[in-house]
């Protein structure tokens, strides 16, 4: 895989990257998630609300805030206030949003962290309360910001207080899982990739997964179970051809995601249509609701890509973070309690900054696969506003 395109083409890569990137608006952040099989490499999932900042090195934080000042270099901003999500109890995630906090004061702004009067029952001490006044936000303390930054991704909604708000809001609340389709970022990304690979001659399956969409669909209903392993049969009849073709022995598999999830919930396994017509009560209830009680009913059937990346002696993945389009740091995502064909995304798993140790070959194939993702990323945002 490291081979995949030949070195003496980097130029040219980074030429196409940069007319794709001219005509768009780059996300404030994000970050995407790898699977590295050996034989291929695939993004699996790419957020535009990332979490998991506290597990960035010291170093990466200082390339953070230097990435986040050149983004904001022309706007002049000073003030920064930053909405999190609005609720407290994942010690994780409050760690977060104060390593956010950190890496915004080391490059130079004022920032507070706030949450609207009508959460204040879900307030830690060092949080602020947020009020809207005149289309402005600010907190009660009397910061008034330039820029708002969301890490809330809006599973459900978007809560009325940030509607016709004056100052920039990034990334946009347009962007929450309440309207993102994880099929079509998918479909995008695959449109990317068919481009790509014609312009440097790579077979698009090196570099994307099978990703189906299934809509409409509830795990109770047998007739949406169905529906469902029609679609897993096709996308590993799909998968098992490239496999015939490539001489790969593994068994093909697939993902089922919920389509608006994220936080790794709504996520199951199947080898077979079989299987998923066998669901058992467990499965069945894990694919009924994700986050803030969202019922599932778009899924997505998404080839699984096995990984072959260890660390601690777990199962690993790579988790690329991004500022624009520029890596800020390269994590693994490690779990000891999964094999290598999981998701490794659950509340067992352990993140370790790798940044500082990836190099050579492989740095060049996660930047140049994580840099599709978030070029996927822009052009969807784009479609938002059309």
């Not at 599973?155 to 708000?165: K, Q, R």
């Not at 809001?169 to 389709?181: A, F, K, M, T």
């Amino acid at each position: 895989m490291q081979n995949i395109i030949h070195p003496n083409l980097e130029k040219s890569v980074n030429n196409w990257f940069g007319a794709k990137f001219n005509s768009l608006k780059l996300p404030f952040y994000s970050s995407v998630d790898l699977r590295n099989s050996g034989y291929k490499i695939a993004p699996i999932d790419a957020n535009l609300f990332p979490s998991g900042f506290n597990n960035l090195s010291e170093v990466s934080k200082t390339t953070a805030a230097k990435l986040i000042k050149n983004y904001f270099e022309k706007k002049r901003y000073k003030k920064i206030l930053i909405i999190p999500e609005n609720y407290t109890r994942n010690k994780m995630y409050i760690e977060n949003v104060f390593t956010i906090e950190t890496v915004l004061r080391l490059a130079g702004f004022e920032t507070k962290i706030g949450l609207f009067y009508n959460e204040a029952s879900n307030l830690v001490e060092s949080y602020e309360t947020i009020v809207k006044e005149d289309s402005l936000l600010k907190t009660t303390s009397g910061l008034v910001p330039d820029v708002i930054i969301l890490n809330r991704d809006m599973t459900s909604h978007i809560p009325d207080a940030l509607e016709n708000i004056k100052q920039e809001i990034v990334p946009s609340p347009l962007y929450g899982w309440h309207s993102r389709q994880k099929f079509q970022y998918f479909k995008i990304y695959q449109e990317l990739v068919s481009e790509f690979c014609g312009e440097f001659k790579v077979d698009p399956w090196l570099i994307f997964a099978f990703t189906e969409s299934c809509k409409g669909v509830y795990f109770d209903d047998n007739s949406s179970l169905e529906t469902v392993a029609t679609k897993v049969d096709h996308v590993i009849s799909l998968v098992q051809k490239k496999y015939e073709e490539y001489k790969i022995k593994t068994q093909p598999y697939v993902f089922i995601k919920a389509s608006n999830g994220t936080y790794g919930m709504g996520i199951i396994t199947a080898t077979s249509g079989e299987e998923i017509l066998n669901l058992n009560k467990k499965k069945r209830h894990k694919m009924k609701k994700i986050k803030e009680g969202m019922k599932i009913n778009n899924v997505i059937i998404q080839e699984g890509v096995p990984t072959i990346d260890v660390f601690e002696r777990s199962p690993a993945e790579p988790l690329i973070y991004y500022v624009g389009n520029t890596p800020t740091c390269y994590l693994y995502r490690y779990n000891s309690r999964k094999d290598v064909y999981s998701s490794l995304n659950s509340t067992d798993c352990e993140f370790y900054d790798i940044s500082q140790a990836v190099e050579g070959k492989t740095l060049s194939l996660w930047s140049m696969i994580s840099k599709l993702a978030v070029l996927a990323l822009a052009v969807e945002m784009k479609s938002f506003h059309l």
